[in-house]
């Protein structure tokens, strides 16, 4: 670590907001954990952690000897997460949405301050602080990337040894099926999404509240608490989760045990009992606690009001759409609470109420009338947990026509997964790349303009695109004018637009500087990056139509069509009916003349 390192180590530390974040986070773990070692100490096995994490109900030796085509999944499975990882790594670059976040700090030796912004009403202070760590070690997209493999592999693992009475094989599946959700592969592709953490902890929760069950063990109970303390601070609305999960259970065992006969007598062995819960709903409050006080008075025009929707109930159906194992998930929990009410089902008080706390996290959004289809991946995650639960007890009972049926919604999920998913990794994929190639074509074309000024004129309009593609070639060393700094060197890229900027900036939040031009001079480069999704019929010209005005009227300097080869073929092959040749071609035009046909 150099003197640099150290000392933004100590600038970041000494923000009054994360002194105040980062104390009261540490104080209520400890307080929890505390309590949790004190009401254990009596109990000399507490500290036992039990049997291997790994330990399955089925003997996994006796598998191989008898099933030759466990074998083959086996090593299927293996290729597939194999690939998936090619996938994440290959041609991976800075240069996707919101990818500023990194390239004007944590890559450029400055931290990324927590993410707290009361005037919007947010605070997720643990979002994106990885990044810092690790760009102490390494600013390279590699470093940055295999965080969320390692992440990733993890998850697998413990998927893998979460639902002991599922086979290897359905759990294999189970696997293949969680890697596949859309939500997840946004969330394990990108780096910049909140979700791939939460999953993470989810899976550390989960496990390690399937083995305290089971051992009550200290660890396990350790590691409960220390996973919810990260998960809270990752998004806001996951304290519903946790307070619907713990505050259910409590009310569930609070009723069985009739804690309201002799309350006084019973209440210090309620307490101990039910630490776990109790413990969770403390750290929520805490959250509450934080959010509040960072927040209380200060909102002005806050996130979710900026980004919501006409229609809640259009948000509801378009999140179904998006995602069709929660359609399931909300019919099989209807059908469960059903089933609970008559005495049809007995209560799973680990799985029925982790599906409780699941559905208000997923009704917050609803609430909030705001749509991303990688909001819900935590909830698909747990859903698809659920349902597993739920199915495995179908194939253990051997009721033939409902695994049949399971086994073909198992089908189609998986062909609507890998349909949106190999869109989403391609549009990601071929984005990127887009910018990258037009990025060295522009340096080669500086490196012959005998450091004259070039003036890039994007006919798109997007103060953000524009912002995003002068972080990207700023943290790539092209001299971007930026505020405050001097105003022109030899060599600057000058960014415009026919839009007016205030203070000559791109977007208020960051200060690289844009400019207003009516038309591009005949010396600017017209630089064009076509979306993944065709115009929505607000711009004034097609797709087609802008790109034949600028083959009109200018010459073409530059085209970047994307290409698949490899692995990237059979993606396009599941997805290619929503591709077509303009899409995400990037170009460059100059010597721009409206009186003119060329």
């Not at 990207?472 to 971007?480: A, C, D, G, L, S």
């Not at 026919?498 to 844009?514: M, T």
Request: proline letters at 4%; aromatic letters at 18%; hydrophobic letters at 45%.
């Amino acid at each position: 670590m150099n003197d640099t390192n150290f000392s933004e180590i100590i600038n970041y530390l000494q923000r009054d907001s994360h002194r105040y974040f980062l104390s009261v986070w540490i104080i209520s773990l400890i307080i929890v954990i505390v309590v949790a070692v004190i009401f254990y100490s009596n109990n000399s096995t507490s500290l036992k952690q039990g049997t291997s994490i790994f330990n399955q109900s089925n003997n996994i030796s006796q598998n191989f000897n008898k099933n030759y085509f466990l074998y083959l999944g086996i090593i299927c499975f293996l290729i597939f997460v194999g690939a998936y990882i090619y996938l994440i790594f290959n041609k991976a670059e800075f240069a996707y949405y919101d990818n500023d976040q990194f390239t004007f700090f944590s890559l450029l030796g400055k931290f990324y301050k927590m993410p707290i912004s009361p005037g919007q009403g947010r605070f997720w202070p643990l979002g994106l602080q990885e990044y810092n760590i690790i760009s102490i070690f390494s600013k390279t997209p590699l470093a940055y990337h295999s965080f969320s493999i390692f992440q990733l592999l993890v998850t697998i693992l413990l998927c893998l040894s979460i639902l002991p009475q599922i086979k290897l094989s359905h759990k294999i599946i189970l696997a293949t099926l969680i890697l596949t959700i859309p939500s997840f592969v946004v969330s394990f592709f990108g780096l910049i999404y909140p979700e791939r953490n939460i999953i993470f902890w989810l899976a550390i929760f989960i496990f390690c509240l399937d083995k305290q069950e089971k051992h009550k063990s200290l660890i396990y109970l350790c590691g409960i608490f220390i996973a919810t303390q990260f998960l809270l601070y990752y998004k806001e609305p996951i304290f519903l989760l946790i307070l619907g999960f713990a505050g259910s259970r409590l009310i569930i065992t609070a009723f069985n045990d009739k804690l309201w006969h002799k309350v006084q007598e019973r209440i210090f062995g309620f307490v101990k009992n039910n630490w776990l819960d109790l413990g969770l709903i403390i750290l929520s409050l805490a959250f509450i606690y934080l959010y509040i006080s960072n927040t209380y008075g200060q909102v002005g025009t806050s996130y979710a009001s900026t980004h919501a929707r006409d229609s809640r109930l259009s948000i509801f159906i378009d999140y179904l759409k998006a995602n069709p194992i929660l359609l399931i998930f909300l019919l099989v929990f209807i059908d469960r609470i059903r089933g609970l009410i008559l005495g049809k089902y007995r209560l799973n008080l680990i799985w029925d109420t982790l599906a409780i706390g699941n559905l208000l996290y997923f009704l917050a959004y609803i609430k909030l009338n705001i749509f991303t289809n990688y909001y819900t991946a935590p909830v698909d995650f747990i859903a698809t947990l659920y349902l597993a639960n739920i199915s495995g007890k179908v194939f253990i009972n051997k009721h033939r026509y409902k695994a049949l049926g399971i086994v073909v919604l198992v089908i189609i999920i998986f062909i609507h997964n890998i349909h949106y998913s190999s869109f989403f990794i391609l549009a990601r994929k071929k984005m990127i790349d887009g910018k990258v190639q037009t990025t060295h074509f522009i340096e080669r074309y500086i490196s012959n303009n005998n450091s004259n000024n070039v003036d890039l004129f994007f006919p798109e309009n997007s103060g953000y695109r524009m912002m995003q593609f002068s972080a990207f070639i700023n943290y790539k060393n092209f001299p971007v004018l930026i505020q405050d700094k001097k105003p022109f060197i030899d060599g600057s890229l000058v960014m415009k637009a026919n839009k007016s900027f205030p203070d000559n900036l791109c977007v208020p939040y960051r200060p690289f500087k844009c400019f207003y031009s009516a038309q591009p001079e005949p010396s600017n480069l017209i630089i064009i990056f076509l979306p993944e999704k065709p115009f929505t019929g607000k711009q004034p010209l097609t797709r087609r139509e802008l790109i034949k005005k600028f083959e009109k009227n200018s010459v073409q300097l530059f085209h970047y069509q994307p290409e698949f080869s490899g692995i990237e073929s059979i993606l396009y092959f599941f997805c290619k009916n929503r591709i077509d040749e303009l899409w995400l071609n990037a170009y460059v035009f100059s010597d721009f003349n409206t009186g003119k046909t060329r």
